[in-house]
């Protein structure tokens, strides 16, 4: 079936821009994650929906990053007035459940390579 | 002390042999383990899970946890050119939400 779908692929926007992210999950999938990957750096969590419950956005960096999720399904994160310190990639992933093992495993999107210049 | 630590590498082995990757974890309300390889330039690909102590094999993989020592590796028997890439590490605590991952390891298997 068809895997975790992210645009746009690559974006380069100038810096005090605002930008959106897609996500579109895997279906059925009823958790999604954020992800930020900056070069040389680990995967960064930054925020996860389940489900219609109260997102969890402990890890944004600053006020300045949002992201919703829309009917359960799509998720767009937006990063307002952009910096340069926040080139990197950023990967969204689904999960089928979050709290049972084996469910619980997160599959990978490929990503949105994001370049403020 | 970071959360989940592993060698950074480059780990090189030549074609064939086996390749053996560790990973570390702080927390020991860790209950889920992940690997993923990662190629240049590209999103990670799930390798193994695992949630028990002990070996899970799938194919030329096996996975171990020993939660006691707070460590999870991965061999690669029979390594191929191809199974170069980052390996990472991630671990999920109990109840969380979010994957914990290490920095990565980066494999190159020598022809």
């Known amino acids: 079936g068809a895997g975790v779908s992210q645009s746009p692929s690559n974006k380069v926007t100038e810096k005090g821009k605002d930008v959106e992210l897609r996500c579109d999950p895997i279906s059925g999938h009823t958790a999604l994650y954020w992800y930020r990957q900056s070069l040389g750096q680990g995967l960064e969590f930054l925020i996860y929906f389940q489900g219609n419950s109260a997102p969890d956005k402990s890890g944004l960096p600053s006020d300045r990053f949002s992201a919703e999720r829309t009917g359960g399904s799509v998720s767009t994160l937006t990063i307002q007035r952009t910096q340069q310190e926040d080139s990197a990639v950023y990967l969204c992933?689904?999960?089928?459940?979050?709290?049972?093992?084996?469910?619980?495993?997160?599959?990978f999107g490929p990503g949105t390579r994001l370049t403020v210049l | 002390q970071k959360e989940v630590e592993q060698n950074s590498g480059p780990l090189s082995v030549p074609e064939g042999a086996i390749a053996s990757l560790n990973c570390t974890y702080s927390?020991?309300?860790?209950?889920?383990f992940f690997w993923y390889r990662q190629y240049s330039g590209k999103s990670p690909e799930l390798i193994m899970s695992i949630y028990s102590n002990g070996d899970k094999e799938d194919g030329r993989f096996t996975a171990q946890l020993n939660k006691a020592s707070q460590y999870v590796s991965l061999l690669i028997r029979d390594s191929q050119p191809s199974d170069s890439a980052t390996y990472l590490c991630?671990?999920?605590?109990?109840?969380?939400?979010?994957?914990?991952f290490g920095q990565g390891t980066r494999l190159t298997i020598n022809p």
């Open positions: 991630a671990v999920k605590r109990q109840g969380a939400q979010k994957l914990v």
């Open positions: 927390d020991r309300g860790s209950q889920s």
């Open positions: 992933a689904s999960s089928l459940r979050f709290m049972a093992p084996s469910t619980d495993t997160q599959y």
